[in-house]
């Protein structure tokens, strides 16, 4: 732990070596995924809710959505650009280090201009739960809860970045893989799962499991079904998950060949 | 000719690919979905106060995700900032051939493949999962034509701007994000610019993104006046002098640099 607070710490000196470059991309990659929420937002005030949740409801689905990808973005970019170390043949250099090549990749380098989707999904879920206007043993209920929703997004969203990563030591690039198993799985989770089809929600609830990290939860916690039991799912599906994909990964390093180059 | 060398060469490159990107095209199918389940979902029992009925978003949303592989998903900054950042462009920029010319047809080959291996595998994959609209009149085939190479010139010009401002920033992540942005979101990827609350909606109809999904999605479902083709050739033409005029001015810069 010491270890790799130290090099996060090396990582974080680095980049703030060029200030004005980290100030002007988090606010644009804020500023995107705000045009983003606008537009959801122009839908919802037009036609008042989607399949019975408001903008409100939303709201907090797409901040715990968006705060989750953000967060893994910005600590696990090496994890999330892993094709390079494949193609690049840097992989090789990993595995003669004496700490194992996963944390090597976690303290490498961290993408701090991802912070400020981050912060914009953070203000959509306070407009959010500012809006629901709830019951103070709810609101209560929620804001505790919080933390372990997101928590748990960010070790999906990890493991899933994680098998991603691991397709590179056969397929080399992954970059495509990701738009499958990251972007839209993350896109979809901004919204209830009840809009969608029968076959997507079962991809949602089994192979690529979003749907656990918000709309599980906030289900039961706004009182549109479930019960108490929806809010042990996340992180348990999120402790499987993170399992899984670590042995995934332990695999595809047993059986990774070097190209030589 | 030269740039129709490159065209070809580009093209021939994006071949190496097929499968990686065969999956990628279901990950655009699925983000389809997504949006047209979403519209389902407002749209119940509300279809009386929408200009749209589920069917006509259904068919918006099928063709915006096969025009977004014509004139939204382009390559950041055409690649421009790489030789910014190793020194080749000053090369580039000094020989005999136009640079913009030379950039813009390299991204020419990689589209003509986007059409093929993209945009027609996902408009069979709508046509055969929840439809797709098919132009009923003759007539319509030649504006929508129009319309789609215009909306690919306008892209092409916004992406050029972004790499050759490389120039003078030398990081253009951030400009290729806010541009991207500016493109899906005002120019009617997932939300009809008619949809965006009053002063937007009419902003975003003069600027240019809305020529390069909005308009030529509505003239391929027969729901806009063909007039809307002007428009796109003023942002085309506009766009087009402005990149070139900037060339201009980057050459000047690298000369009185020495390269």
Redesign the interface.
């Known amino acids: 732990m010491n270890l790799y607070l130290k090099l996060l710490s090396g990582s974080l000196r680095s980049r703030m070596q060029y200030k004005m470059n980290f100030l002007v991309s988090s606010l644009s990659y804020g500023l995107i995924m705000a045009v983003d929420f606008v537009l959801l937002a122009a839908i919802l005030q037009r036609f008042d809710d989607v399949k019975g949740w408001n903008l409100y409801e939303v709201g907090l689905l797409y901040g715990i959505s968006s705060v989750a990808i953000t967060l893994y973005r910005v600590f696990g970019v090496e994890i999330h650009n892993f094709e390079r170390y494949m193609v690049e043949g840097e992989f090789d250099s990993l595995l003669i280090r004496p700490v194992s090549p996963l944390s090597l990749l976690l303290t490498k380098n961290l993408d701090l201009s991802r912070i400020g989707g981050t912060a914009q999904g953070v203000i959509i879920l306070v407009i959010s739960i500012i809006g629901l206007s709830l019951e103070s043993f709810d609101m209560l209920l929620l804001l505790l809860y919080l933390p372990v929703s997101i928590a748990s997004g960010v070790v999906i969203c990890f493991s899933l970045g994680l098998l991603t990563a691991t397709l590179a030591f056969w397929t080399q690039r992954i970059k495509d893989f990701q738009t499958f198993t990251l972007y839209a799985p993350f896109n979809a989770a901004n919204y209830p799962m009840n809009i969608y089809p029968g076959w997507l929600k079962i991809i949602f609830f089994t192979v690529i499991p979003v749907g656990f990290m918000n709309y599980t939860p906030i289900l039961f916690l706004l009182n549109k079904g479930g019960n108490i039991w929806n809010l042990a799912w996340p992180p348990a599906v999120a402790l499987v998950f993170l399992c899984l994909s670590l042995r995934f990964w332990q695999f595809g390093i047993r059986h990774y060949h070097s190209t030589g180059s | 000719m030269v740039y129709w060398i490159l065209l070809q060469k580009s093209f021939m490159t994006n071949m190496q690919?097929k499968v990686?990107?065969l999956?990628?095209n279901?990950?655009?199918a699925?983000?389809g979905?997504?949006f047209i389940?979403?519209w389902?979902?407002?749209?119940?029992g509300?279809e009386q106060?929408?200009p749209y009925d589920v069917m006509d978003m259904t068919y918006y949303i099928a063709a915006a995700q096969c025009i977004l592989w014509l004139s939204g998903f382009l390559t950041a900054g055409l690649n421009i900032q790489n030789g910014v950042r190793n020194g080749a462009i000053s090369l580039e920029l000094a020989r005999p051939t136009n640079f913009f010319l030379y950039v813009t047809s390299q991204e020419a080959g990689r589209l003509v493949y986007n059409f093929f291996f993209r945009s027609i595998p996902i408009g069979l994959v709508f046509a055969l999962t929840v439809g797709f609209y098919v132009p009923q009149h003759l007539s319509s085939y030649l504006f929508i034509s129009i319309s789609v190479l215009l909306a690919i010139i306008i892209s092409v010009n916004l992406h050029y701007l972004v790499g050759i401002s490389a120039c003078w920033t030398t990081?253009v992540?951030?400009?290729h994000?806010?541009n991207?942005?500016?493109l899906a979101?005002?120019g009617g990827q997932?939300?009809p610019i008619d949809?965006?609350?009053a002063p937007?909606s009419t902003l975003t109809q003069y600027l240019p993104f809305a020529g390069a999904i909005y308009y030529p999605v509505m003239v391929f479902l027969e729901k806009a006046s063909n007039d809307v083709i002007w428009f796109q050739l003023f942002w085309a033409i506009a766009l087009t002098l402005l990149n070139l005029w900037i060339t201009e001015r980057a050459r000047q810069k690298l000369e009185i640099q020495g390269g």
């Open positions: 690919y990686a990107h999956i990628n279901a990950a655009s699925i983000f979905f997504v389940a979403i389902a979902g407002v749209l119940q509300k106060s929408s990081e992540a951030w400009a994000f806010v991207f942005t500016l979101g005002l997932m939300v949809f965006l609350p937007l």
